[in-house]
T-cell receptor
Framework: AQSVSQHNHHVILSEAASLELGCNYS??????LFWYVQYPGQHLQLLLK??????LVKGIKGFEAEFIKSKFSFNLRKPSVQWSDTAEYFC??????????FGSGTRLQVQP | NAGVTQTPKFRVLKTGQSMTLLCAQD?????MYWYRQDPGMGLRLIHY???????AKGEVPDGYNVSRLKKQNFLLGLESAAPSQTSVYFC?????????????FGPGTRLTVT
């Protein structure tokens, strides 16, 4: 069965700092990759997704992620975070007909 | 469009009580899912459905049952609640697994079992 690892459980940054959140998955076949964000008290929203083509994917709110197949990674990046980016971020993988497999999440705290 | 809605938003149960969580979507999605979210564990799939009248087990199905009698609704039942089922429950829906189809999530139901 596939699994998703998010190595950073809690990240604290100051505003304007750069962000990179790691995501690695274990599955050797074709995958769809997603990053979801959950703002405090809200439901999950899609930030970006990768299914084929350009491995550098741009999402909403200035986020981007790069799919590196050889490393089984799909890291999330943002060059300059804002206080409003404080949220929990989830990486997810889908293979075949199965539903999403989520990582354990990374809680990002941005200090003003 | 309301998207994906869930009722109730909060519930407190005593051990052994039963309840049903309702998920409704108005996007004509074929697929629907129930997840539970626990601290440090992300979201885990409980059950899912690929169409009206069909359901399948996910990663953590024990203690739950589901039904999909109508395309727009997906019910999650707890027949005899246990403290281990204290969690936040999220419903999601999507079109059939095509290229990159995303799941849309509801606002969640916070369930406490005492």
């Amino acid at each position: 069965a596939q699994s998703v690892s998010q190595h950073n459980h809690h990240v604290i940054l100051s505003e304007a700092a750069s962000l990179e959140l790691g995501c690695n998955y274990s599955y050797g076949g074709t995958v769809n990759l997603f990053w979801y964000v959950q703002y405090p008290g809200q439901h999950l929203q899609l930030l970006l997704k990768y299914f084929s083509g350009d491995p550098l994917v741009k999402g909403i709110k200035g986020f981007e992620a790069e799919f590196i197949k050889s490393k089984f990674s799909f890291n999330l990046r943002k060059p300059s975070v804002q206080w409003s980016d404080t949220a929990e971020y989830f990486c997810a993988v889908r293979t075949g007909r199965r539903a999403l497999t989520f990582g354990s999440g990374t809680r990002l705290q941005v200090q003003p | 469009n309301a998207g994906v809605t869930q009722t109730p938003k909060f519930r407190v149960l005593k051990t052994g009580q039963s309840m049903t969580l309702l998920c409704a979507q108005d996007m004509n999605h074929e697929y629907m899912y129930w997840y539970r979210q626990d601290p440090g564990m992300g979201l885990r799939l409980i059950h899912y459905s690929v169409g009206e009248g069909t359901t399948a087990k996910g990663e953590v199905p024990d203690g739950y049952n589901v039904s999909r009698l109508k395309k727009q609704n997906f019910l999650l039942g707890l027949e005899s609640a246990a403290p281990s089922q204290t969690s936040v429950y999220f419903c999601a829906s999507s079109y059939p697994n095509g290229v990159g189809n995303e799941q849309y999530f509801g606002p969640g139901t916070r369930l406490t079992v005492t």
